[in-house]
């Protein structure tokens, strides 16, 4: 059993990485109807600014979340503006869209190698000492991982039932056209969603990092279909169903890793995402909108 609640607490800090960029993913995609296949990308590009004020001018790591989020939110914003848009108004189709996120993405990564080199670079981080929590053992660096991505989750869920901005970031989810007609200002609220989207991506990339140690170019892209795949199960545009979601994928995971072949890890929990949408064909909350 000590191993079991060993690897089902590397589930629980896996499945929070991925639950914070898959609940990023989910709320843009509930807005603006179509997937963001560059998240994996943002990610990075929110990890190379952590990795610059931790390890390049020791900032610290409250420091490094934050510039991450910063950065990672001006960028998703200026996306939106300067391309995104410019493609909306022209009522595009979402193919079209997802092949523009697609062409993002490539142009992310090329750019990132150029400027920082194809090279592993280590995050530096000093895993810390290990702490007991009932039958889980984890590092105090998965603790953060863990807490950070919880705190936030929370503060976001309460954000959107309660705030004005979040109720009316749900109506807008619900029906944009109605949303429109009774007074709410889609474009800023799109902008808003695209500014929290990214902020989620940065914060996602830094914590991931910490946990696989190391950073270049790709390390993003290389989980994109993991972050995905949360996005798809528990129900497009629902963060509730989708951190539910996340959290089974990390489970799943880091327990097939530990009792079967850890190169199947993904074909197990992509066999699960197959299960479920048999079964719930829409996801776990299929019903549409930003709501839990």
């Keep these: 059993m000590h191993i079991f609640f060993q690897s089902a607490g590397f589930g629980l800090v896996t499945g929070s990485i991925i639950a914070l ?20 990308d943002f990610m990075t590009f929110g990890a190379f600014f952590g990795y610059l004020m931790l390890v390049t001018l020791h900032l610290g790591l409250v420091l490094a979340f934050i510039a991450a989020a910063v950065a990672t939110a001006l960028l998703s914003v200026l996306m939106n503006v300067f391309v995104f848009q410019s493609f909306v108004r022209r009522k595009a ?3 079209t869209m997802t092949i523009l996120t697609l062409g993002i993405s490539l142009t992310m990564s090329g750019v990132l190698e150029m400027v920082f080199g194809a090279v592993d670079r280590p995050y530096g981080l000093d895993p810390g000492r290990t702490f007991s929590v009932g039958p889980f053992s984890w590092t105090s660096e998965q603790l953060v991982i863990i807490l950070v991505a919880v705190a936030i989750l929370v503060i976001l869920e309460a954000a959107l039932r309660l705030t004005k901005v979040g109720k009316a970031l749900r109506a807008m989810s619900d029906n944009k056209e109605l949303a429109s007609a009774s007074g709410i200002n889609t474009r800023i609220l799109t902008n808003i969603t695209w500014i929290v989207s990214g902020s989620l991506l940065g914060v996602a990339g830094v914590v991931l990092v910490m946990q696989v140690g190391t950073i270049n170019p790709t390390t993003g892209e290389a989980y994109l279909f993991l972050l995905l795949a949360p996005v798809v199960m528990g129900g497009f545009g629902r963060p509730g169903g989708t951190v539910l979601a996340a959290y089974i994928m990390g489970l799943v995971l880091e327990l097939s890793s530990t009792y079967a072949n850890a190169a199947y890890a993904d074909a197990f929990a992509f066999g699960v995402l197959i299960v479920v949408l048999l079964i719930r064909p829409n996801g776990i909350f299929s019903a549409p909108g930003l709501h839990s």
């Design 93 to 95: 189709r979402v193919v």
């Design 21 to 40: 960029a898959a609940v990023g993913v989910t709320i843009q995609a509930g807005i603006t109807n179509f997937l963001n296949f560059a998240a994996g």
